[in-house]
């Protein structure tokens, strides 16, 4: 498949609709934008994963890197992961949309990505081929441009970063953050924000490590 997918113990199936409408792996930058996006239809992508999705504990150990990062850019979706499926209408290809963000680090909690610069993730999950429905994993949730979420990101062999059910909402960072802010206690974050914070970075001292394989990111900090 080409993505490293050492998250997953199964090939990833999701419940489709008769209306979706499929064709070819592609790119493509769909012309919807955050609020539409959050009133489509969801169309709930099934897998089964080596830890328990709930356990941030687990979830922690798992990942790679654990960072507090600002949604500069949804950039585009590509589809891969083609399977055949069996509708009314006859057989259909159906691919899996990932989601392309440009996001910028503002606190590292686990592993040590550069920070104040936008660098690439890919979210497994993303607006269907026709613009009609978005696939996710249950009780997942889109990035949204501008706002800040905790990231849970897999290195791939290439370097790159990506991974499901990989996002927590952080409300209340200003779009003028930046790390020396984070690190400085002058995020002027709210209670809520705090306790998403503080649970990863106790998730993270207590952390259930995954005894697999591990890649390095191409977006470590050397310094």
């Not at 012309?31 to 080596?50: H, R």
């Not at 503002?106 to 690439?120: C, E, R």
């Not at 949204?144 to 960072?173: M, R, T, W």
């Not at 930046?178 to 993270?204: C, D, I, P, Q």
Request: charged share 30%; with cysteine; proline share 3%.
């Amino acid at each position: 498949m080409g993505e490293k997918k050492v998250w997953l113990l199964a090939s990833l199936l999701f419940i489709v609709s008769l209306s979706l409408i499929v064709s070819a792996c592609s790119n493509s930058k769909k012309d919807v934008d955050s609020e539409d996006k959050k009133n489509l239809k969801v169309i709930q992508m099934d897998g089964t994963f080596a830890v328990d999705v709930d356990d941030r504990n687990e979830t922690v150990g798992d990942a790679d890197y654990v960072f507090i990062g600002r949604v500069d850019e949804d950039v585009d979706t590509l589809y891969k992961d083609p399977v055949t499926i069996e509708t009314s209408d006859g057989a259909k290809e159906v691919s899996t949309p990932y989601t392309n963000y440009q996001v910028t680090v503002l606190q590292n909690i686990k592993g040590d990505l550069v920070t104040d610069t936008s660098i690439p993730i890919q979210k497994a999950g993303g607006i269907n081929e026709d613009g009609s429905s978005v696939v996710l994993y249950e009780d997942d949730t889109l990035p949204e441009e501008g706002k800040s979420y905790v990231f849970l990101a897999y290195a791939q062999d290439d370097g790159s970063l990506s991974g499901p059910n990989s996002n927590e909402y952080v409300e209340g960072i200003k779009q003028d953050v930046t790390s020396e802010k984070m690190e400085k206690g002058k995020a002027s974050l709210n209670e809520g924000a705090t306790e998403v914070v503080s649970g990863y970075e106790n998730a993270y001292e207590n952390e259930i490590p995954t005894d697999r394989d591990r890649s390095e990111s191409e977006f470590v900090d050397e310094q």
